[in-house]
């Protein structure tokens, strides 16, 4: 953890996501070339496959321009190439003059996604969201069905269609109905955090919670879009696939965990207790999160009120013996809080469009997330933005 008082030679702007106590992982590449590696600070990247190439860094992750070789490195490595880098970019670092001039403006480059996405996970771990979503479609009746307050329910999206932040969102056909096939008149965000993997574990080894972290490198922001009158005519009996699997849009920004130890939480308390696999449950993060359509504020959450931990999804994702890898993408579900205001998608603040409607041609969907501010370091993810073309 970098102290909260400390401070880069680069300038960083108070308001910035992006100060030294950050240090997000990002794929870049500028004017046409080849994708690199680096870290943001301040308004500027820091490029590590340029300076791993001058022998300035010491290291051999970065040369094939994508995460993957740090992701696969383990937690020891992450931690040891964290320090280094804070050691470049510190105020006392005497490393000034072989650093500057690998230094980037964030506004001159192109983001990537920051590896190649192996495997896709979407849970469903909001109760406030499962049980706003259960009143709408299953009114007079239960809200949560009987299974979910046991097991963090998911399921398998697609990862070729994970975008990054900027890439257009096509408006997407499908069967809407019993011989009604056209695009989705019903398109939706969903406001998320997905956590990406490091080194995984044989097949049939399973892991633990208490040793989730030790897997999981860092998070982005990410939006789940979902085309819900389509979701809704196929879903029974096998659950999301073609009114999901079109699209999600991350963030190019990834946020190691050890940025984000000074916003640990207790998660919700759980009842029933969990079974033993699921325990102990391990910590929740308080990262504010906000939707922007177009101009306006349509959320505001805060993965705090999230019911299942990350330890406990990636615990019952692999209880089966199920096997994960560098760069394999595990998203929360929609993160939805206990007030209308932060409802976490259309489907729960129009009521399935009885109060509003859902996202037409055009709109641009932007997902903010921060930990931090008013007086500490704010850590920030950038943004994860999509527009809607039909």
């Not at 300038?11 to 870290?39: C, K, M, T």
């Not at 300035?56 to 040891?80: N, Y």
């Not at 190439?81 to 480059?109: F, I, N, W, Y």
């Not at 008013?374 to 993810?381: S, T």
């Amino acid at each position: 953890m970098i102290e909260p008082t400390a401070e880069s030679w680069v300038e960083v702007a108070e308001e910035s996501d992006f100060p030294i106590q950050n240090l997000p992982y990002g794929v870049f590449a500028v004017a046409g070339g080849s994708p690199r590696v680096g870290v943001a600070i301040g308004d500027q990247i820091l490029d590590l496959t340029a300076l791993e190439s001058t022998g300035a860094l010491s290291s051999d992750f970065f040369a094939s321009g994508t995460l993957e070789p740090l992701l696969a490195g383990g937690r020891a490595a992450w931690a040891d190439m964290r320090g280094r880098v804070r050691e470049l970019l510190e105020t006392s670092s005497t490393h000034q003059d072989k650093v500057r001039p690998h230094l980037v403006q964030l506004k001159a480059a192109e983001m990537h996604l920051p590896c190649r996405i192996g495997n896709y996970v979407d849970f469903y771990s909001s109760i406030d969201h499962a049980t706003n979503v259960g009143k709408i479609l299953r009114p007079g009746t239960e809200p949560l069905t009987p299974n979910w307050r046991h097991i963090p329910i998911g399921y398998h999206g697609r990862a070729r269609t994970v975008v990054v932040d900027g890439t257009s969102v096509r408006r997407p056909q499908g069967q809407r109905a019993q011989g009604d096939f056209g695009p989705t008149r019903r398109l939706d965000f969903e406001l998320e955090v997905g956590f990406i993997t490091g080194p995984g574990r044989s097949l049939g080894d399973p892991v633990p919670t208490i040793e989730a972290e030790d897997h999981i490198f860092g998070l982005v922001l990410l939006n789940d879009w979902s085309a819900r009158d389509i979701q809704a005519w196929e879903y029974q009996p096998l659950g999301p696939f073609l009114g999901k699997s079109f699209a999600t849009t991350i963030s190019p920004w990834v946020v190691p965990l050890d940025a984000l130890r000074n916003f640990r939480v207790e998660p919700p308390v759980q009842d029933p207790p969990p079974l033993p696999y699921l325990t102990p449950a391990g910590q929740g993060l308080d990262l504010i999160l906000e939707v922007v359509i177009n101009d306006s504020v349509v959320a505001r959450s805060n993965t705090k009120y999230l019911y299942w931990t990350m330890s406990q999804q990636l615990a019952h994702a692999t209880s089966n013996g199920a096997t994960f890898g560098p760069g394999d993408l595990f998203a929360s579900g929609t993160v939805s809080g206990p007030t209308p205001a932060s409802r976490g998608c259309l489907l729960e603040i129009t009521n399935n469009g009885e109060n509003g409607s859902y996202l037409e041609d055009g709109d641009v969907v932007t997902i903010k997330g921060w930990a931090g501010g008013g007086g500490q370091p704010k850590i920030g993810f950038g943004l994860c933005r999509g527009l809607v073309v039909g």
